[in-house]
């Protein structure tokens, strides 16, 4: 039995005569009747009846069963076409992505949701791993995208598609006396006495700067995750040394200054594997990115 035969059906029976069906489909009346007759041959039952003193058509028993079954017969059909041209034009799929612990909260908060909402068909993956761990699932095709806050490994073997600039925010309670509150920018030097605690990504970094320029800060602690960074300061134990986003909001009850140094900044970037074709969806997502950052 075609499809066509299955639409017609349906139609026939929801405009509720042969007359109207034929107008709608723009199919001869006696082409509609000849697929009427078929079908009640091939399902040996009447599916259809005339209605007395009607040009109209009311259903069988046999032709309410066909009736259900034809509709979810052309939905199943009209679904699957759907998922196939979405996933053919990259609004259905699986995006999977290796970033950054410290960056994820944010890639979701200022790219992923608003890509979700446009694409609510996607199905997403989060790696959240160190450069290490990022460079073997990207080159494994574990993920297809990679989004990180330092040089990923065998870095030839990568292409870097777009890179964001964030500063080192100092962020702090606005209950501890740790920095002073007339200071707008703060020097390296106020940082020294104060008990610091890093985000891993940065950390390595944020030392180097502090070596290069005589500086020892107190290292309370150094995390994995920014969340876990912050969290010191929201408990008033440290000061959060942490990447800040452009307009990131941190809550009231933190605050954030920077130090004047053209050092205390993170190159974000976003790298695929060089000369590896993209899944439709990884392309619509960097399409999406590149409009938005």
Same mark, same amino acid.
């Given at each position: 039995?075609?499809?066509?035969?299955?639409?017609?059906?349906?139609?026939?029976?929801?405009?509720?005569?042969? %007359?109207?069906?034929?107008? @709608?489909?723009?199919?001869? *009346?006696?082409?509609?009747?000849?697929?009427?007759?078929?079908?009640?041959?091939?399902?040996?039952?009447?599916?259809?009846?005339?209605?007395?003193?009607?040009?109209?058509?009311?259903? /069988?028993?046999?032709?309410?069963?066909?009736?259900?079954?034809?509709?979810?017969?052309?939905?199943?059909?009209?679904?699957?076409?759907?998922?196939?041209?979405?996933?053919?034009?990259?609004?259905?799929? +699986?995006?999977?992505?290796?970033?950054?612990?410290?960056?994820?909260?944010?890639?979701?908060?200022?790219?992923?949701?608003?890509?979700? +909402?446009?694409?609510?068909? @996607? #199905?997403?993956?989060?790696?959240?791993?160190?450069?290490?761990? *990022? /460079?073997?699932?990207?080159?494994?095709?574990?993920? #297809?995208?990679?989004?990180?806050?330092?040089?990923?490994?065998?870095?030839?073997?990568?292409?870097?598609?777009?890179? +964001?600039? !964030?500063?080192?925010?100092?962020?702090?309670?606005?209950?501890?006396? &740790?920095?002073?509150?007339?200071?707008?920018?703060?020097?390296?030097?106020?940082?020294?006495?104060?008990?610091?605690?890093?985000?891993?990504?940065?950390? !390595? *970094?944020?030392?180097?700067?502090? %070596?290069? %320029?005589?500086? =020892?800060?107190?290292?309370?602690?150094?995390?994995?995750?920014?969340?876990?960074?912050?969290? &010191?300061?929201?408990?008033?134990?440290?000061?959060?040394?942490?990447?800040?986003?452009?307009? !990131?909001?941190?809550?009231?009850?933190? /605050?954030?200054?920077?130090?004047?140094? !053209?050092?205390? =900044?993170?190159?974000?970037?976003?790298?695929? @594997?060089?000369?590896?074709?993209?899944?439709?969806?990884?392309?619509?997502?960097?399409?999406?990115?590149?409009?938005? %950052?």
């Amino acid at each position: 039995m075609e499809l066509e035969h299955y639409r017609n059906f349906v139609t026939i029976v929801d405009c509720g005569s042969l %007359s109207a069906a034929a107008s @709608v489909l723009h199919v001869a *009346q006696p082409a509609l009747t000849a697929q009427v007759k078929n079908m009640q041959k091939r399902y040996g039952a009447p599916l259809l009846k005339m209605r007395r003193g009607a040009r109209s058509v009311e259903l /069988t028993d046999a032709g309410t069963i066909l009736y259900n079954k034809a509709k979810y017969i052309c939905a199943i059909e009209e679904s699957t076409r759907h998922e196939i041209e979405s996933l053919a034009n990259g609004a259905a799929g +699986r995006l999977a992505v290796s970033l950054s612990p410290s960056m994820s909260i944010g890639f979701i908060q200022n790219f992923l949701s608003g890509f979700a +909402r446009l694409n609510p068909d @996607v #199905e997403y993956e989060l790696y959240e791993v160190n450069i290490d761990e *990022q /460079t073997r699932q990207l080159l494994n095709g574990v993920t #297809e995208i990679g989004v990180a806050n330092a040089k990923l490994r065998q870095p030839t073997r990568f292409e870097t598609l777009f890179t +964001r600039r !964030e500063e080192l925010g100092i962020v702090y309670h606005k209950e501890t006396k &740790w920095i002073d509150p007339e200071k707008i920018y703060l020097d390296l030097e106020d940082l020294e006495d104060v008990p610091i605690c890093l985000s891993r990504g940065c950390s !390595e *970094q944020f030392l180097t700067i502090c %070596s290069d %320029s005589h500086i =020892y800060p107190h290292i309370l602690a150094i995390n994995t995750t920014k969340q876990s960074t912050l969290m &010191w300061a929201r408990q008033k134990i440290g000061v959060a040394i942490v990447p800040i986003a452009p307009g !990131e909001n941190l809550g009231d009850e933190l /605050t954030c200054r920077f130090v004047q140094d !053209e050092r205390m =900044y993170l190159s974000k970037t976003l790298s695929v @594997v060089r000369d590896r074709p993209l899944s439709p969806v990884a392309q619509n997502f960097i399409r999406y990115y590149s409009e938005h %950052s």
